[in-house]
């Protein structure tokens, strides 16, 4: 049998061409079960590319795909106390620690960084879901609020990515207590005047999502990202009701005003760019400028729609008719008197 086995099989691979092939060569999608090969997956920022799953990022990897040229020095996070209260359930957390730091090669679940977004200067916190599901502790909290002086300290607009489940039950009250104090530090920053945007990917839940999470100037979601303090089941199990259909998910939130928009990941980086510059009062590019055009249906009803060409607005709405509509000029009017 070793004969067989060590050399005629060998022999017969080589004779035949036989190649190996590689295990992560195709990606199974989680929504409608179509294998698409790995490669156009990563390319894709790991969005399939039919079905538009979204799946999840590594941290540096999204840094590569947002900042230019994929570009960006990262900030050392601060050195904080391992394991202070010596938790133990199935294993140690000082193994769980070791064991997540090889696995991803992170030092905790948050990453800093700077570089430059199409020309600005940006701070950007990242949330890296793969280190303990992105969870709270005091290391996460100390590094978020570093990200944080940093963008004070630099003068520069704050983007921050969340995906997390919550504060890290393994430092109880010490992972509670980094709430009061990312929030601190997110004030810190609005008084300084500088824009705060947060992108919420999925999951992101919990504690994170009851503090510096949901304190943005502009709250942006990824599509079909879960966004919530407790789970679904929970709340069912509650109320005893049965939730609505896509409770939690990104386009129920912004149906329902949590959210102000929802942008794919692949438009994540121009979009961003375009909402800095408004905030911080830049010119904004003429071909990223919005006029309004009048469009008229088949049933012949007018309405305005906002567009930067008339030939967008009748592939966006069908119309059969387009005509881009002048600014009024703007009409003098009295001051009004002082009380």
């Not at 500088?194 to 999951?203: A, D, M, Q, S, W």
Request: net charge negative.
């Amino acid at each position: 049998m070793n004969w067989i086995t060590n050399y005629v099989r060998p022999r017969l691979n080589s004779m035949l061409g036989r190649r190996e092939t590689p295990e992560n060569l195709w990606i199974k999608c989680p929504e409608t079960g179509e294998m698409v090969f790995h490669a156009d997956v990563e390319e894709n920022q790991w969005v399939i590319p039919v079905s538009g799953h979204h799946m999840k990022i590594a941290a540096r990897q999204r840094l590569t795909h947002f900042y230019d040229d994929g570009a960006f020095q990262e900030i050392a996070n601060p050195e904080v106390a391992q394991d202070p209260l010596r938790f133990r359930d199935q294993k140690k957390y000082s193994d769980r620690l070791r064991e997540n730091r090889l696995k991803t090669g992170l030092e905790d679940s948050i990453i800093n960084a700077t570089g430059k977004l199409e020309g600005m200067e940006i701070v950007t916190t990242v949330h890296d879901f793969t280190f303990m599901g992105g969870s709270l502790g005091m290391a996460a909290g100390e590094a978020i609020i570093r990200g944080f002086e940093t963008a004070i300290e630099k003068k520069c607009p704050m983007v921050l990515f969340a995906a997390s489940g919550g504060a890290r039950m393994q430092e109880g009250i010490l992972s509670l207590m980094q709430l009061p104090r990312t929030t601190v530090a997110v004030e810190m920053l609005k008084e300084a005047g500088l824009p705060y945007i947060v992108v919420l990917t999925n999951p992101t839940t919990g504690g994170v999502s009851a503090s510096y999470a949901m304190l943005g100037d502009i709250h942006i979601a990824e599509p079909g990202a879960v966004i919530g303090f407790a789970g679904a089941r929970v709340i069912e199990q509650t109320i005893r009701e049965k939730l609505p259909e896509g409770f939690q998910r990104s386009e129920y939130l912004l149906d329902h005003g949590m959210v102000d928009m929802v942008v794919p990941r692949t438009e994540l980086r121009a979009t961003i760019a375009r909402l800095l510059r408004i905030l911080t009062k830049q010119d904004v590019p003429a071909t990223e400028t919005v006029g309004q055009a009048a469009v008229m249906d088949e049933t012949g009803s007018v309405d305005t729609v906002p567009v930067a060409d008339p030939e967008d607005a009748a592939v966006t709405t069908g119309a059969v008719e387009t005509e881009i509509l002048e600014p009024a000029e703007a009409t003098p009017q009295k001051p009004s008197p002082s009380f």
